[in-house]
């Protein structure tokens, strides 16, 4: 075991991954001899070489493009984009061909494609650079869409996500990259794509979340003193719908936590899914804590718009006391 951050997790990933299969490349801006901006693919270039290691123009659309031709020649891409808010300008790439190769062609062709992207807010980063647009690429079918909230899960997540025959965005809450560290297995091992981790159990409320929001979910629930059961979904798309209803079927009262905006969220089609499915069970209505339907504030109040220990607080009184 190693005990390593986020960063050295995925970095460890890539160099294991890069080492067992020939077919897997890195590219992206500054990716190479940089390391990347977050320095996630550090030391990557000097030990496998410009050619599995590129440096690529500032061009997300390109970068993108470029990838899914290299996927369907046979070889396994991870397309690195700096930040979420730079995916815009390969929206098209993403959701009109990588997302559609496999239906388009009848099965013919695929896409084995990671696209990897830090994301969230928290660390007072400018404009463009702290959105959490997972739920954009969630309502686009054909699409994997993964944000781990730890070190032992982004690595098994990653190697997943590489062997994926389709394509896989790979969000990574860059507000804990190197917040904590965790025990992680040197060996090679992946986690299941689609599968909910349960953080921990309980009887009182179900809560669920994934990415940065479930550390503040784990204060919270520290803080509250009750006996809530926290699911982090892990995957994004598809989610493991059965593990959230089975545990509401038996605490009857449920709380969804993000960091994107309230309105058409994820946790709007979570809430949805919980009243179809566990209508007779729930004693309260579910309860969203989510970011605000506003564009993500500058530095001084970036921390007023993400769900927080207290917020998150308030929400878990009001559920138990319905």
Not at 30 to 50: C, M, P, Q, S, Y
Not at 208 to 220: F, P
Not at 221 to 243: A, K, N, Y
Not at 257 to 284: T, Y
Request: charged letters at 25%; one cysteine or more.
């Amino acid at each position: 075991m190693a005990n390593l951050t986020l960063v050295q997790a995925i970095n460890l990933a890539l160099i294991q991954e890069m080492e067992r299969d020939d077919r897997v490349m890195i590219m992206g801006e500054d990716v190479g001899i940089n390391g990347g901006v977050f320095r996630v693919t550090e030391g990557l270039h000097k030990r496998f070489g410009a050619d599995r290691v590129v440096d690529t123009p500032l061009a997300e659309s390109g970068i993108i493009g470029t990838a899914i031709g290299l996927a369907m020649a046979g070889l396994r891409p991870i397309a690195e984009i700096q930040f979420e808010g730079f995916l815009g300008p390969a929206y098209d790439q993403i959701c009109t061909h990588a997302a559609r190769m496999r239906t388009r062609t009848r099965g013919a062709l695929t896409v084995p494609l990671v696209i990897r992207v830090p994301v969230g807010g928290g660390i007072h980063a400018p404009e463009l650079h702290s959105d959490s647009p997972e739920a954009i690429y969630t309502h686009n079918p054909g699409l994997k869409v993964v944000m781990p909230s730890s070190p032992r899960d982004a690595k098994g997540l990653l190697l997943s996500a590489i062997r994926d025959p389709d394509p896989v965005i790979f969000f990574e809450p860059k507000r804990i990259y190197r917040a904590f560290r965790e025990e992680v297995p040197e060996d090679e091992y992946t986690v299941p794509i689609g599968k909910a981790r349960m953080v921990r159990e309980g009887s009182e409320l179900t809560m669920v979340s994934w990415g940065a929001s479930v550390i503040q979910c784990m204060n919270a629930i520290e803080q509250s003193g009750r006996d809530i059961e926290l699911i982090d979904l892990r995957t994004i798309s598809p989610f493991d719908m059965e593990t959230v209803s089975e545990s509401v079927r038996r605490t009857g009262r449920a709380i969804v936590v993000h960091e994107a905006p309230l309105s058409c969220g994820l946790g709007s089609e979570i809430a949805s899914r919980i009243m179809e499915e566990c209508f007779l069970h729930l004693e309260a209505p579910v309860q969203r804590v989510t970011g605000f339907d506003t564009i993500m504030p500058y530095y001084k109040l970036e921390l007023e718009y993400l769900p927080d220990a207290a917020r998150i607080g308030q929400a878990i009184d009001e559920v138990v006391a319905y």
